[in-house]
């Protein structure tokens, strides 16, 4: 018999996690573009930008 555990852990989400799942990703890549776009940050900054500074 298939603990709770292993059910949520390793089993398939049901559609109420999946959704929780899709507005976590929704979230964080949202918060991303608004980083990119409102505060001119890029994932690779380069030494010379206005917001970074070098080591």
């Known amino acids: 018999m298939?603990?709770?555990i292993d059910e949520t852990v390793f089993g398939d989400p049901s559609r109420g996690?999946?959704?929780?799942?899709l507005c976590g990703a929704l979230l964080l890549a949202g918060q991303?573009?608004?980083?990119?776009?409102?505060?001119?940050a890029t994932p690779f900054y380069s030494c010379g930008s206005q917001?970074?500074?070098c080591w």
């Open 2 to 4: 298939p603990s709770i």
């Open 17 to 21: 996690l999946a959704v929780v799942y």
């Open 32 to 40: 991303q573009v608004y980083y990119v776009i409102v505060e001119g």
């Open 51 to 53: 917001h970074s500074s």
